[in-house]
Nanobody, 122 residues
Framework: QVQLVESGGGLVQAGGSLRLSCAAS????????LGWLRQAPGKEREFVGG????????DYADSVKGRFTISRDNAKNTVYLQMNSLKPEDTAVYYC???????????????WGQGTQVTVSS
Protein backbone atom coordinates (compact mmCIF):
# COMPACT_ATOMS: atom_id res chain seq x y z
CA GLN A 1 0.00 0.00 0.00
CA VAL A 2 1.12 3.53 -0.73
CA GLN A 3 -0.33 6.83 0.36
CA LEU A 4 0.13 9.77 -1.99
CA VAL A 5 0.26 13.48 -1.18
CA GLU A 6 0.52 16.09 -3.93
CA SER A 7 1.99 19.57 -3.62
CA GLY A 8 3.17 22.40 -5.83
CA GLY A 9 -0.06 23.58 -7.36
CA GLY A 10 -0.97 27.23 -7.58
CA LEU A 11 -1.77 30.18 -9.81
CA VAL A 12 0.51 30.97 -12.75
CA GLN A 13 0.28 33.11 -15.85
CA ALA A 14 0.07 31.58 -19.29
CA GLY A 15 3.51 30.67 -20.54
CA GLY A 16 4.80 30.06 -17.05
CA SER A 17 5.97 26.90 -15.31
CA LEU A 18 5.11 24.85 -12.26
CA ARG A 19 6.50 21.67 -10.80
CA LEU A 20 4.15 19.32 -9.03
CA SER A 21 5.44 16.82 -6.51
CA CYS A 22 3.83 13.70 -5.13
CA ALA A 23 5.33 12.19 -2.03
CA ALA A 24 4.55 8.57 -1.27
CA SER A 25 4.60 6.77 2.03
CA UNK A 26 4.66 3.04 2.39
CA UNK A 27 7.00 0.36 1.22
CA UNK A 28 8.12 -0.68 -2.22
CA UNK A 29 7.64 2.68 -3.92
CA UNK A 30 9.99 1.57 -6.69
CA UNK A 31 7.62 -1.24 -7.68
CA UNK A 32 4.75 1.12 -8.51
CA UNK A 33 3.95 2.76 -11.80
CA LEU A 34 3.04 6.40 -11.22
CA GLY A 35 0.92 8.83 -13.10
CA TRP A 36 -0.57 12.28 -13.16
CA LEU A 37 -4.18 12.82 -14.17
CA ARG A 38 -6.28 15.97 -14.14
CA GLN A 39 -9.89 17.01 -13.98
CA ALA A 40 -11.20 20.37 -15.08
CA PRO A 41 -14.63 21.65 -13.98
CA GLY A 42 -17.39 19.95 -15.88
CA LYS A 43 -15.02 17.53 -17.60
CA GLU A 44 -13.99 13.95 -17.08
CA ARG A 45 -10.69 13.10 -15.47
CA GLU A 46 -7.98 12.60 -18.07
CA PHE A 47 -4.54 11.04 -18.21
CA VAL A 48 -1.68 13.57 -18.36
CA GLY A 49 1.52 11.57 -18.01
CA GLY A 50 2.81 8.31 -16.59
CA UNK A 51 6.03 6.51 -15.76
CA UNK A 52 6.49 2.76 -15.48
CA UNK A 53 7.52 1.02 -12.28
CA UNK A 54 11.05 0.61 -13.69
CA UNK A 55 11.26 4.25 -14.76
CA UNK A 56 12.38 3.17 -18.22
CA UNK A 57 9.23 4.26 -20.03
CA UNK A 58 7.02 7.30 -19.96
CA ASP A 59 3.84 8.27 -21.76
CA TYR A 60 1.98 11.55 -22.20
CA ALA A 61 -1.30 12.86 -23.42
CA ASP A 62 -0.97 14.51 -26.82
CA SER A 63 -2.10 17.82 -25.34
CA VAL A 64 0.96 18.05 -23.07
CA LYS A 65 3.70 16.35 -25.11
CA GLY A 66 6.76 18.55 -25.36
CA ARG A 67 5.60 20.76 -22.48
CA PHE A 68 5.29 18.40 -19.48
CA THR A 69 7.82 15.94 -18.11
CA ILE A 70 7.22 13.23 -15.54
CA SER A 71 10.09 11.87 -13.46
CA ARG A 72 10.60 9.84 -10.33
CA ASP A 73 13.15 9.78 -7.53
CA ASN A 74 12.93 6.42 -5.79
CA ALA A 75 15.38 7.50 -3.09
CA LYS A 76 12.94 10.24 -2.09
CA ASN A 77 9.74 8.26 -2.78
CA THR A 78 8.61 11.13 -4.95
CA VAL A 79 7.25 11.60 -8.46
CA TYR A 80 7.32 14.97 -10.22
CA LEU A 81 5.49 16.67 -13.04
CA GLN A 82 7.39 19.55 -14.57
CA MET A 83 4.93 21.73 -16.48
CA ASN A 84 6.26 24.35 -18.89
CA SER A 85 4.57 26.69 -21.36
CA LEU A 86 1.36 26.44 -19.40
CA LYS A 87 -1.92 27.33 -21.07
CA PRO A 88 -5.28 28.35 -19.59
CA GLU A 89 -6.68 25.00 -20.74
CA ASP A 90 -4.24 23.27 -18.37
CA THR A 91 -6.30 24.60 -15.47
CA ALA A 92 -7.53 21.63 -13.45
CA VAL A 93 -7.13 19.65 -10.27
CA TYR A 94 -4.11 17.42 -10.75
CA TYR A 95 -4.03 13.99 -9.14
CA CYS A 96 -1.13 11.67 -8.51
CA UNK A 97 -1.87 7.96 -8.90
CA UNK A 98 -0.08 4.64 -8.52
CA UNK A 99 -0.42 1.05 -9.66
CA UNK A 100 1.72 -1.85 -8.50
CA UNK A 101 3.99 -3.21 -11.22
CA UNK A 102 2.28 -1.13 -13.88
CA UNK A 103 3.46 0.23 -17.22
CA UNK A 104 3.66 3.87 -18.22
CA UNK A 105 -0.04 4.11 -19.07
CA UNK A 106 -2.01 1.47 -17.23
CA UNK A 107 -5.70 0.88 -17.79
CA UNK A 108 -6.43 2.04 -14.25
CA UNK A 109 -4.69 3.10 -11.07
CA UNK A 110 -5.46 1.73 -7.63
CA UNK A 111 -4.03 4.44 -5.37
CA TRP A 112 -4.82 8.14 -5.54
CA GLY A 113 -3.77 11.38 -3.91
CA GLN A 114 -6.17 14.10 -2.85
CA GLY A 115 -5.31 16.43 -5.73
CA THR A 116 -3.75 19.86 -6.09
CA GLN A 117 -5.25 22.82 -7.94
CA VAL A 118 -3.43 24.35 -10.89
CA THR A 119 -4.84 27.57 -12.32
CA VAL A 120 -3.38 29.21 -15.41
CA SER A 121 -4.48 32.76 -16.09
CA SER A 122 -4.55 34.27 -19.58
Amino acid sequence: QVQLVESGGGLVQAGGSLRLSCAASGRAFSTYALGWLRQAPGKEREFVGGISWSGRSTDYADSVKGRFTISRDNAKNTVYLQMNSLKPEDTAVYYCAALYNGNARPYEYTHWGQGTQVTVSS
